[in-house]
C-alpha cells in the first residue's frame, strides 16, 4: 500500500478475501492516470515486494499496461487505467456487498 500511495496511484482499496477465497488472503485495486503510470508503479511495487519480503512475484499485462496483474502470492494486486477498471469493477465482483462503489470515469 506504501508503495502505491508513494507512485500516486489513485483510489486504492484493499479487499480482505481471507475466509472468503482461496486464492489471496488480500486483493488490492488501484488506478494509475496513464499506461506508463501503470507500468511504473507494477515495476516498483514487484522489486520492492522481491527486496522486502523475498517473495517470487508474477506479473501479468504489463506489455499493454490497461490491467496488470501482480500475484505475490497471499496478496494480488490490479492495476488499473480508470476507463478499464470501470469497466472492470473487480471491486463489486470481489467485494461480497463490502466495497465501495467504483470511481466514476473522469474523477481521481
Given at each position: 500500500?506504501?508503495?502505491?500511495?508513494?507512485?500516486?496511484?489513485?483510489?486504492?482499496?484493499?479487499?480482505?478475501?481471507?475466509?472468503?477465497?482461496?486464492?489471496?488472503?488480500?486483493?488490492?485495486?488501484?488506478?494509475?492516470?496513464?499506461?506508463?503510470?501503470?507500468?511504473?508503479?507494477?515495476?516498483?511495487?514487484?522489486?520492492?515486494?522481491?527486496?522486502?519480503?523475498?517473495?517470487?512475484?508474477?506479473?501479468?499485462?504489463?506489455?499493454?499496461?490497461?490491467?496488470?496483474?501482480?500475484?505475490?502470492?497471499?496478496?494480488?494486486?490490479?492495476?488499473?487505467?480508470?476507463?478499464?477498471?470501470?469497466?472492470?469493477?473487480?471491486?463489486?465482483?470481489?467485494?461480497?456487498?463490502?466495497?465501495p462503489p467504483?470511481?466514476?470515469?473522469?474523477?481521481?
Amino acid at each position: 500500500m506504501q508503495s502505491l500511495d508513494d507512485d500516486q496511484a489513485v483510489e486504492t482499496v484493499s479487499i480482505p478475501l481471507a475466509g472468503k477465497s482461496s486464492i489471496a488472503d488480500h486483493m488490492v485495486i488501484a488506478s494509475g492516470r496513464s499506461t506508463r503510470q501503470v507500468a511504473s508503479m507494477a515495476m516498483k511495487l514487484a522489486e520492492r515486494i522481491k527486496a522486502e519480503f523475498r517473495r517470487p512475484v508474477r506479473i501479468e499485462g504489463l506489455p499493454t499496461a490497461d490491467w496488470v496483474l501482480i500475484d505475490a502470492g497471499d496478496v494480488i494486486v490490479h492495476l488499473f487505467r480508470p476507463e478499464v477498471r470501470s469497466f472492470y469493477n473487480l471491486e463489486r465482483m470481489w467485494a461480497f456487498g463490502d466495497a465501495p462503489p467504483p470511481p466514476a470515469m473522469g474523477q481521481g
